[in-house]
């Protein structure tokens, strides 16, 4: 019997000899490049006889590899064809890796015996520096695009999780290679590793850890061995992924080893606490098709996209900067320097991924870098876009910036002072020190195969109209040296005021204030908190009143009670309705900011973390003003207008904030009024004052 006569039946678990290895990864490449051929064929292309290929397609399909289907083909002879699975398709990636990495062995040994010295393809301790060559290609996670026709179909009945905007950043930047040597989401024992040493269990460095985080309901209805399907948020199935872990991590070690602190000042740990899923699952993944994005096409480039653009230009050095702000004059100027200094061609590399909440939003800063581009030389610069979601983790994210860079196929690395920072913890203190960023990096650098270049704070020398490194500048104390802070930049947009030429391009400044108006030309958010009873809406109503005696913006009124009738009715009161009823108050305020009016929200509220996550939301917009009507609750419970304290005490109304549930005081809101002894028109009128200092109304 041989493969062409009939139907190969199961055996046992493939064999793990290397040479059986070689053969399967050729069987499964095959099949993936020429899913229609014959069998002959296929044996022929791969270097076997038919009865070898019969032995390897039986130990392919025992292992659930390759599906079998029926031939309708006009060679009678031929009885079925053989596609990939979505579990073959991800092993044929493993299988690549481990192919490459045994035949960079074999060559290195050969080149050590013919010259006595090492070929330097094959790293002495660890395989980070994979590809030595910056230009060659990397390997991707994408199947052929026949095989992703059939994988769609067959993926289309496995069970699917719908990915958060973050995690469609990790998926894309796994598939097209962005995170090699990652082959999909990392395993526990990976991460465990990643955490605890920046490295994973085979020894190459990575200092992030990627995974995939899901509720734990979803997470119970798994297998382990289970394929999944993975989706973008419009349902399209971007790739599939094997679930070989399932476990439930230890997110305050992760914040403190990762973030080094488990403080949620810092808006990873923030996320990692209150937005990320309770259980994290990880397997390998096979990439069907790139995710889709409708701005900036032209600017997107992948990793061997960007390799072949270097090829085809000649350039063997690259120096990347990477940013997450609008490009000024220094900034030119520093990369500039930086390209003399590498002797290399410069790569602007900005994220458009997740930054930072509060960030300026990509498409603004986009429009501001194509807006200076020209300043740059056309035949030595470049712009590509990066959709990665940061982590602020200062410095284990410059080492990870720099493994996706030498990805990209770039040679040096810009490294700035409190590169990835994100800002003061719980104490008002930098997580991280100035330079503990560039000193991990430094300390990396061989090994990942890309040089860092340092950062130069530069800044405007007034007597020599130049801009000039701080450090480098001898005569401090007899020249005038100007510096616009980036708070002080945005005090300036914010206030109208002018930026000096020396300081900005008029393009960037143009594109700037089309997105950030002055204040008083902002829509805004007022966002009151406290005890039910406490006063909330009867000033909420009262600032509505005043604010439409005003004129000149819309204002609407998102209160508790409204906002349950018409747009939560279907929820209860268990932490995770109130969290979602906030959620909801918050996305409906931050479309009214976006679009230039005014919202006036008086809910509850009583997480600090949701008013937290509804606060980014809006930021992202316009101001967040959160006014806690610090009313007490004996006092509360004292009026108790609607008797709710009542049949709470009575045990009538469970999860009664305040009475059986807690309340999270804020602990820095922009305002907080009392209203013991104090009249509604004096508190409506308090908040019309704090307005008006933050420049949101005109002084009238």
Known sequence: MNATESHPAPSVAVKASPDHEDQLFRLLRQLDLAPQASQRSTAQAIGVSLGRLNALLRDATAAGYVKVGGHDGPDKRQRYSYALT?????????????????????????????????????????????????????????VSYDSAQKLKVEAADLVSWDLTPRQICDLELLMNGGFNPLKGFLSEADYNSVVDTMR???????????????????????????DIALRDQEGVILATMTVTDRWAPNKAHEAEKVFGADDSAHPAVNYLH?????????????????????????????????RAYFRKMGWRKVVAFQTRNPLHRAHQELTFRAAREAQANLLIHPVVGLTKPGDVDHFTRVRCYEAVLDKYPAATTSMSLLNLAMRMAG????????LIRKNHGCTHFIVGRDHAGPGSNSQGEDFYGPYDAQDLFREHQEEMGIEMVDFKHMVWVSERAQYEAIDEIKDKDDITILNISGTELRRRLA?????????????????????????????????FTGFSGSGKSTIANALMVK???????????????????????????????????????????????????????????????????VREDIEAFGAFVEVHVATSIEECERRDRKGLYKLAREGKIKEFTGISDPYD????????????????????HQVLLKLESMGLISAQ
Request: with cysteine.
């Open 547 to 613: 604010l439409m005696e005003m004129g000149g913006r819309p204002v609407t009124l998102l209160d508790g009670d409204i906002v349950r009738k018409n747009l939560s009715s279907e929820l209860g009161f268990s932490k995770e309705h109130r969290d979602l009823n906030i959620r909801r108050i918050g996305y409906v305020a931050s479309e009214i900011t976006k679009n230039g009016g005014i919202a006036i929200c008086a809910p509850i509220a009583p997480y600090a973390s949701t008013r937290r996550a």
């Open 200 to 226: 994973t269990v085979d020894g190459a460095l990575w200092p992030m850890p990627i995974t995939l985080d899901v509720n734990g309901k979803f997470a119970d209805s798994l297998e382990i061995g289970q």
């Open 274 to 306: 209150n937005t990320a899923g309770d259980i994290y699952l990880g397997g390998p993944v096979t990439g069907i098709q790139q995710p889709v994005h409708y701005d900036f096409r032209a600017r997107r480039d992948t990793p061997n996209e960007l």
């Open 665 to 684: 005081v804020p602990a820095n809101p922009e305002l907080s009024v009392e209203t013991e002894n104090v009249d509604v028109d004096n508190c409506a």
């Open 86 to 142: 979505t579990r073959g398709a991800a092993e044929k990636n493993r299988l690549t890796d481990s192919f490459l990495t045994r035949k960079f062995a074999e060559y290195d040994a050969l080149y050590s015996e013919l010259t006595g010295t090492t070929s330097g393809f094959n790293p002495l301790k660890y395989r980070t520096k994979f590809m030595e060559n910056n230009l060659a290609p990397i390997p991707e996670l994408y």
């Open 495 to 527: 206030e109208g005021l002018e930026i000096p030429e020396w300081f900005s391009f008029p393009e960037v400044v143009k594109e700037l204030r089309r997105t950030k108006p002055p204040r008083n030309k902002q829509g805004f958010t007022v966002f």
């Open 395 to 402: 410095p284990r994210e410059a080492v990870w910036h720099g």
